[in-house]
C-alpha cells in the first residue's frame, strides 16, 4: 500500500526559529508532491508544489526539497512566526493510482511569541 | 476566479436524513476531488472525477455515499441515510489535470454533523 508519513505530528518553537518538517512516501514513482497549510477551521491553501524532475522549491520563507530516490521530501520555514502556526500537509500523487493526491496526516506547528 | 465553492458550510441533520453537499469547481479545471477529514483518519479521498467521468470512486465507504458530476461547473456529494460516523469535513477540490504537475485548490470546506 502506498503511504505518505509526516514526523513528527506535532511541533512547538519560539518565534524566530527556523525548522523543518518531514514527509516521506513509499514509492518514488510520482508525479509531484505538494505542501499545504490549514488553518483551525479553514480549507488547504497550497503553499509549494515540487515536480517530480524539480529538488527543490522557494516561496518567501519557505524551501521545499524532494529527494525521489530516498522517499523524502522537507519543508523548511525560516525564522518562524506566531502566524505561522498552522497543521502543514504533504500530499503525493502515485502513478500506478492514477494521479490521486495521497495524503500525510500532518505535522501541527505552534509557533509561541 | 472565486476559487473552489462549497455549499453549505455547515450542516447538521438527524439521522436517517438525507444530506447533499454541492461543489462548484475552479472554471477551467477539469478534475474534482471529494475528500473527507476526520481527527482519527485525517484526510481520506473519496472519489474523483476527470472531464466529468468518475475516475476511481475506491474510497467512498459505503452504498450509502453517491457522487454526481452532471458537468464541469457542479457536483454533489450524497449520503443517504445519513448516520452519526459520518460526521467530519467534506472538501471538496479541483485540478487542471488529475495530479499531473498540476496544484490542487481546496474549497473551505463542509463540517457535517449527524445526530
Known amino acids: 500500500k502506498q503511504e505518505v508519513t509526516q514526523i513528527p505530528a506535532a511541533l512547538s518553537v519560539p518565534e524566530g526559529e527556523n525548522l523543518v518538517l518531514n514527509c516521506s512516501f513509499t514509492?518514488?514513482?510520482?508525479?509531484?508532491l505538494q505542501w499545504f497549510r490549514q488553518d483551525p477551521g479553514k480549507g488547504l491553501t497550497s503553499l509549494l508544489l515540487?515536480?517530480?524532475?524539480?529538488r527543490e522549491q522557494t516561496s518567501g520563507r519557505l524551501n521545499a526539497s524532494l529527494d525521489k530516490s530516498s522517499g523524502r521530501s522537507t519543508l523548511y520555514i525560516a525564522a518562524s512566526q506566531p502566524g505561522d502556526s498552522a497543521t502543514y500537509l504533504c500530499?503525493?500523487?502515485?502513478?500506478?493510482?492514477?494521479?490521486?493526491?495521497?495524503f500525510g496526516q500532518g505535522t501541527e506547528l505552534s509557533v509561541k511569541p | 476566479d472565486a476559487g473552489v465553492i462549497q455549499s453549505p458550510r455547515h450542516e447538521v441533520t438527524e439521522m436517517g436524513q438525507e444530506v447533499t453537499l454541492r461543489c462548484k469547481p475552479i472554471?477551467?479545471?477539469?478534475?474534482l476531488f471529494w475528500y473527507r477529514q476526520t481527527m482519527m483518519r485525517g484526510l481520506e479521498l473519496l472519489i474523483y472525477?476527470?472531464?466529468?467521468?468518475?475516475?476511481?470512486d475506491s474510497g467512498m465507504p459505503e452504498d450509502r455515499f453517491s457522487a454526481k458530476m452532471p458537468n464541469a461547473s457542479f457536483s454533489t456529494l450524497k449520503i443517504q441515510p445519513s448516520e452519526p460516523r459520518d460526521s467530519a469535513v467534506y472538501f471538496c477540490?479541483?485540478?487542471?489535470?488529475?495530479?499531473?504537475?498540476?496544484?490542487?485548490?481546496f474549497g473551505q470546506g463542509t463540517r457535517l454533523t449527524v445526530v
Open positions: 472525477f476527470n472531464n466529468n467521468v468518475p475516475i476511481d
Open positions: 477540490a479541483s485540478s487542471l489535470d488529475r495530479g499531473l504537475n498540476t496544484e490542487a485548490f
Open positions: 472554471s477551467g479545471h477539469n478534475s
Open positions: 514509492d518514488s514513482a510520482i508525479y509531484n
Open positions: 500530499a503525493v500523487p502515485f502513478y500506478n493510482q492514477g494521479g490521486k493526491l495521497i
Open positions: 515540487i515536480q517530480s524532475s524539480q
